[in-house]
C-alpha cells in the first residue's frame, strides 16, 4: 500500500517537473520573441492584437493570402499603410456562404460579347464585378497605363486579362511580353468572329 | 495669211476639241486607266469599323517583310479619347502605302528605281537603282516611305510581293488581322472580294483630290472624324 502511494507522489512530482518545464520553455520563446518585435523605446512589453479578421476566410482558402502577395501585398501597404482584408473585394459573405456561394463577390473572366466559350456577362455585371478593382485602379489611371483598359471597361472583367491573386511573380497579362499581348488580342476577337461564323465548338 | 495668230489658236482649239471627244467617243483609257491593261490591279479596303487596333498587322508585316525597328511600312494610327468612362472609344486608321495608279513617287524618281509593276498595279522599288535622294520621300502625299536602314534604299509596302504573294498567301497584315478588318484583291475583276466590299460600304480614300488614284480603300468609322 505503502509502495502505491509512493508511486502516485512520484507520479505527481514528475508531472509537476514537466509541467513548470515546459511552462519555462514556453516562456523563454515568447521572450526571445518579443526581443525582437519591442525592442524599442524603454523596454516595455508592446502589445499588438494579433485577431486576424482573415482567420476564419484562410481556415478554407488556405493558399488565397499567400498567393494575393504577387498583385496586392507589399505595394497596397506602401499606398494604403495597412494590409488588404479578404471582405474589401470579396465581400456579401453571409453565414451560410458555403451553401450559396453565389453571394459572394467573386473576380473571373468574363466579357460581354459572346465567343466560343468565355463566360457571357451584361454591361451591369461586368461594372459591378470591375467596381471593387476601380475604386483604387481608377479610370485616370488604368488609361495612363494603356489605351485597352478604356475599350474594356463595360466588356470585359479585369481577371480576363489579368491574374489577380497572383503567386509572386507578375502573371497574366503583366507578365507577358509586348508580342505576346498582342497574341492575346488576337486570340479573343478571332474567338468572336469564328462563333460569328459558326464555326465554335 | 495663213500663218496668222488667229488662225493657229483655232487650229490648236480644234486639235484640242476633236482629241478630247475621241477619248469619250471611243473610250480610250487616261494616263490613269492605263494600268487597267494589267492582269491585274490588286487593292485593299481597310475597315475602320472592325479594327481594334491591337497592331498584329504591324508585328506580322514585320516579321515577313524584314523591316527592323524604328521603321515601319505599316501603322495604326489611333485617335485621341473620345467620351468619359467606361464609355471611352477611340478610331484607329492604316497608314500605309496606298499604291496609287497615278503615283507622284514614282513620277519624280530620277532613277526609275520606284515604278509601278503594270501586271499588278503594286508600286514597288527597285532597290539596285535607288540612289537614296529621297525625292519620293518628299513626293508622296502620305508620308509612308522610309528609308531601310539596311538596305539604304527607299522602301515601303508593296503587298508583301516578294514575300507573302510570291509564296502564293495573302499579305502578313491581312492573314494576321483577328477582326477581318482587310480585304485584299484584284480590283479588276468584278466578282473578287474586295469589289464586293467596296460595293457594300460606303468606303474613301485618302487625298483623292490630288489626283493620285489610289487603291487604299478605306470603310470609315461612324464615329469621330474622318482622317483624310
Not at chain 2, 467620351?83 to 495608279?101: A, I, K, L, N, W
Request: with cysteine.
Amino acid at each position: 500500500m505503502g509502495n502505491v502511494k509512493l508511486a502516485i507522489r512520484t507520479t505527481i512530482s514528475f508531472l509537476l517537473f514537466i509541467c513548470i518545464y515546459g511552462f519555462n520553455f514556453s516562456v523563454t520563446a515568447e521572450s526571445s520573441g518579443s526581443q525582437n518585435i519591442g525592442a524599442n523605446t524603454d523596454g516595455r512589453h508592446e502589445v499588438t492584437f494579433i485577431r486576424d479578421s482573415d482567420n476564419a476566410c484562410t481556415q478554407c482558402h488556405k493558399d488565397s493570402k499567400e498567393t494575393r502577395q504577387g498583385t496586392h501585398g507589399e505595394k497596397v501597404v506602401a499606398e494604403l499603410g495597412r494590409d488588404l482584408k479578404c471582405v474589401e473585394c470579396h465581400n456579401s459573405i453571409g453565414p451560410d456562404h458555403r451553401e450559396n456561394p453565389s453571394q459572394v463577390t467573386k473576380f473571373s473572366a468574363a466579357q460581354s460579347q459572346i465567343g466560343t466559350h468565355k463566360t457571357l456577362l451584361d454591361f451591369d455585371a461586368i461594372l459591378k464585378a470591375t467596381g471593387n478593382c476601380t475604386e483604387c485602379h481608377t479610370s485616370e489611371r488604368l488609361q495612363e497605363k494603356t489605351w485597352v483598359h478604356d475599350v474594356h471597361a463595360k466588356k470585359a472583367t479585369c481577371s480576363s486579362c489579368h491574374v489577380i491573386h497572383a503567386d509572386g511573380e507578375k502573371e497574366g497579362m503583366q507578365a507577358l511580353e509586348r508580342k505576346a499581348q498582342i497574341a492575346q488580342c488576337v486570340d479573343c476577337h478571332k474567338d468572336f468572329n469564328l462563333n460569328k461564323e459558326g464555326k465554335g465548338d | 495669211m495663213a500663218c496668222s495668230r488667229r488662225n493657229l489658236l483655232l487650229g490648236a482649239g480644234a486639235v484640242i476639241f476633236t482629241t478630247g471627244v475621241s477619248k469619250v467617243a471611243f473610250g480610250q483609257k487616261s494616263l490613269v486607266a492605263t494600268q487597267d491593261d494589267g492582269d491585274k490591279r490588286y487593292g485593299m479596303v481597310f475597315d475602320e469599323t472592325a479594327c481594334i487596333g491591337c497592331t498584329a498587322c504591324t508585328d506580322a508585316c514585320r516579321e515577313t517583310n524584314n523591316v527592323p525597328e524604328g521603321v515601319s511600312r505599316l501603322k495604326i494610327e489611333r485617335s485621341a479619347p473620345m467620351g468619359e468612362y467606361p464609355d471611352v472609344d477611340y478610331t484607329f486608321t492604316r497608314v500605309s502605302c496606298q499604291h496609287c495608279d497615278n503615283a507622284p513617287c514614282v513620277t519624280v524618281c530620277p532613277t526609275g528605281a520606284s515604278y509601278v509593276d503594270l501586271k499588278t498595279g503594286i508600286v514597288d522599288v527597285h532597290g539596285d537603282k535607288c540612289v537614296g535622294c529621297g525625292y519620293c520621300l518628299a513626293a508622296c502625299p502620305y508620308k509612308v516611305r522610309f528609308f531601310h536602314p539596311e538596305t539604304k534604299s527607299a522602301d515601303k509596302c508593296n503587298f508583301c510581293r516578294d514575300t507573302n504573294l510570291k509564296a502564293g498567301k495573302l499579305p502578313a497584315c491581312v492573314e494576321s488581322c483577328p477582326t477581318k478588318a482587310l480585304t485584299f484583291g484584284d480590283l479588276n475583276d468584278p466578282t473578287s472580294e474586295i469589289n464586293k466590299v467596296i460595293a457594300s460600304n460606303a468606303v474613301y480614300r485618302s487625298k483623292v483630290e490630288l489626283g493620285t488614284e489610289p487603291k487604299l480603300y478605306k470603310v470609315a468609322d461612324t464615329k469621330g472624324e474622318i482622317k483624310r
